[in-house]
């Protein structure tokens, strides 16, 4: 059974730091696309960042700015958000997610999602 856990989520001040981890199981990640996602309340989810499997390409969603880090590493099976410069607006529920086979970052993520984890609350304060 695939099982995908975010963790390192918490209550930040602005402008202060948080790196995000997911680790999978179940599967091995080095295959696939992944991604990060959030999710404010009354708000739309919206992808982050995606990484190829190689993790030699990165992409970020226009909100970022240059603030968000993504990495992963395959022999470890998981992926990492570094986050600098937090924003209240940053605000949110985080996801990660694991692309299909046949879905990749230069695609549309959100319709290639293959397993998604359970999320991880990320506050920032002002």
């Known amino acids: 059974q695939v099982q995908v856990v975010e963790s390192g989520g918490g209550l930040v001040q602005a402008g202060e730091s948080l790196r995000l981890s997911c680790t999978a199981s179940?599967?091995?990640?080095?295959?696939?696309?992944m991604a990060w996602f959030r999710q404010a309340p009354g708000k739309e989810r919206e992808g982050v960042s995606c990484?190829?499997?190689?993790?030699?390409?990165?992409y970020y969603g226009n909100s970022i700015q240059g603030r968000f880090t993504i990495s992963r590493i395959n022999a470890k099976n998981t992926l990492y958000l570094q986050m600098n410069s937090l924003k209240p607006e940053d605000t949110a529920m985080y996801y990660c997610?694991?692309?299909?086979?046949?879905?990749?970052?230069?695609?549309?993520?959100?319709?290639?999602?293959?397993?998604w984890g359970q999320g991880t609350q990320v506050t920032v304060s002002s």
């Open positions: 997610a694991v692309l299909g086979p046949f879905a990749s970052c230069s695609g549309v993520w959100s319709s290639g999602v293959k397993y």
């Open positions: 990484i190829n499997w190689r993790g030699d390409r990165t």
């Open positions: 179940g599967l091995t990640i080095d295959v696939y696309d």
